[in-house]
């Protein structure tokens, strides 16, 4: 049994998957009662985006396809925006999926379905015709009668030939409000709370300035996966759907309107829960490390954040702009050009946004000498500005030799020795010589490649799990795998950096500089597993200990 300091983080570690594995073990349990429509059913999906589609469940053997599909929409008076055999996950059904619109607006929240169109949807001899409405809806008029739901849907059977009738009730539309409401509200409020009985405590700095940054760490990783909880499982994704509707009614009937629009509003959600959250927090943190926020330093975190963020930013924006109307691999390969083009352009980018100049001599000059004796190639060490408020760090943007940069701090170089802050840099270095920006990318797309599939797999061998499940279970996987695989990777990778700057510049200048590091930025020293794995960096003290338990063994260049 562990013990010590991290013992129970490192407990909590084995927590984490017993939690996921038990929803998925407790959501599979009602597997009885999940909709699975046999052969002969039509089930028609409604909603308030043109999103709707009609799927045909025929008999794997019946001589039926896509032309019979474009018929029946035809009989229908249904457009046919394409027609797609998909897996039915059934034994001997296969599915006919016609993408179409069902239904007219007849108000601001409010569609009507054609009864007859839906009396002519057939393809041979289908028994009943199914409608699937989103779990807000509410049907006002029509022959219907309700069949089980879940948390997505609500599931009608057509037994007449009248329109059909549905609309969002005006209390699922306050319900969203309210929720939204509580996602900008309620974390403020409990990590204020938290912030002041932190700043209360009577314990040093660092542990307190250690606590104050776990709560931006837990807000950064927990939110986000309740703002998407929020969004399909709470009704939350009804507000894009019924703005867009309400105030551009023609742009509502374009999927990449409701693409854009969703993804807006998914932004717009992260930045007024996540913003006012870790503002509580940031608040203390400034306070207990004796700093001041001002104008220029907040313009300048602005500038910061926008550089890194803009490559994520572009990358989603070329994915929205060839979801629709482009081949899959021609999609592919756009991403693909773009991604490239991003990864070797951003530091060049980045350096530009960033509040940063150009080094000065004589340390150019010294900096300048030490890459060339450890061999490695960059555009640039550049300074960033961080305007008072006293952060001690460095970086490395860029893989790609001669357009990546080293970037330090303004105040790394005001508070360390020149010997220090070649420590330092070594350690940049470390990252570059070895790539290890292109390992954790690639182990990262490795492990989100791996839980796509263990996703797909297990959506297959847990037949009756309720799709809102995966909602819940997929975020929370994703989280495991990059603490798990990201953070232990991490880790290595500092652990190889620190070797490399040690044997560059020797142990005793890279123990100073990190004992430096944890004075000037008011850092605990030691860490538990929970908290290096989630910030991919071992404690101060555990690197100490290791470069002394290291330092009589020769170190040689390389």
Not at 35 to 59: E, K, L, M
Not at 84 to 112: H, K
Not at 183 to 202: D, I, S
Request: zero cysteines; proline letters at 6%.
């Amino acid at each position: 049994m562990p013990t010590g300091p991290g013992a129970p983080r490192r407990r909590s570690l084995v927590l984490l998957p017993v939690l996921v594995a038990g929803l998925l073990v407790a959501a599979a349990g009602p597997a009885a009662a999940r909709f699975r429509p046999g052969p002969g059913t039509v089930v028609v999906r409604d909603a308030i985006t043109p999103s709707n589609h009609v799927s045909f469940y025929v008999p794997a053997g019946a001589a039926v396809g896509p032309r019979e599909v474009a018929a029946a929409a035809s009989a229908a008076g249904l457009p046919n925006e394409g027609v797609e055999e998909r897996d039915a996950r059934q034994p001997g059904v296969r599915e006919l999926r016609l993408r179409t619109t069902v239904s007219a607006r007849t108000s601001w929240l409010s569609r009507r379905i054609d009864g007859r169109a839906l009396g002519r949807l057939d393809v041979g001899g289908q028994g009943r015709v199914v409608l699937q409405l989103p779990a807000w809806a509410t049907v006002t008029r029509g022959e219907v009668r309700p069949l089980e739901a879940d948390l997505l849907a609500r599931r009608y059977e057509v037994t007449g030939g009248a329109d059909v009738d549905w609309r969002v009730p005006p209390s699922a539309l306050a319900r969203s409000l309210l929720l939204l409401l509580a996602l900008a509200v309620v974390p403020f409020a409990v990590l204020r709370a938290y912030a002041g009985a932190v700043t209360r405590r009577r314990v040093d700095a660092a542990e307190k300035a250690h606590r104050l940054q776990g709560a931006m760490l837990v807000a950064a990783l927990a939110l986000p996966i309740a703002i998407l909880a929020a969004l399909f499982l709470g009704g939350l994704m009804l507000l894009p759907e019924v703005l867009l509707a309400g105030l551009a009614p023609r742009a509502a009937g374009s999927q990449a309107a409701n693409v854009a629009a969703f993804a807006l509003f998914l932004i717009v959600v992260l930045v007024a829960a996540l913003l006012p959250a870790t503002r509580a927090v940031a608040v203390a943190h400034r306070r207990v490390r004796g700093v001041t926020a001002t104008r220029a330093s907040r313009v300048g975190n602005l500038r910061l954040g926008l550089a890194l963020l803009l490559p994520a930013l572009l990358l989603m924006a070329v994915n929205l702009s060839t979801a629709f109307g482009l081949a899959p691999g021609v999609r592919l390969g756009a991403l693909l050009l773009t991604f490239v083009v991003v990864l070797a352009g951003a530091p060049l980018l980045a350096v530009r946004l960033m509040p940063s100049r150009p080094l000065e001599e004589p340390l150019r000059s010294r900096l300048q000498e030490l890459l060339r004796r450890g061999g490695v190639r960059v555009r640039g060490v550049r300074v960033l500005d961080t305007r008072g408020q006293k952060v001690a760090n460095a970086l490395i943007l860029g893989p790609v030799p001669g357009l990546r940069y080293i970037v330090v701090t303004d105040h790394l170089l005001q508070s360390m020795e020149p010997d220090e802050v070649d420590a330092v840099v070594a350690h940049e270095m470390g990252h570059a010589k070895q790539h290890h920006l292109l390992v954790k990318l690639g182990v990262l797309l490795a492990a989100v490649a791996v839980l796509v599939g263990a996703l797909a797999l297990g959506s297959r061998l847990l037949e009756g799990l309720d799709p809102a499940v995966l909602v819940l279970a997929a975020p929370l996987l994703l989280l495991l795998s990059v603490l798990l695989v990201q953070g232990g990777v991490g880790l290595l990778l500092e652990r190889r950096a620190d070797e490399y700057a040690a044997r560059l510049v020797g142990v005793d200048a890279v123990v100073r500089a990190l004992d430096k590091l944890a004075e000037v930025n008011t850092m605990k020293r030691r860490t538990g597993a929970l908290w290096n794995l989630a910030n991919h960096h071992p404690g101060i003290e555990q690197r100490v200990e290791r470069l002394r338990g290291r330092q009589r063994e020769p170190l040689t260049p390389g």
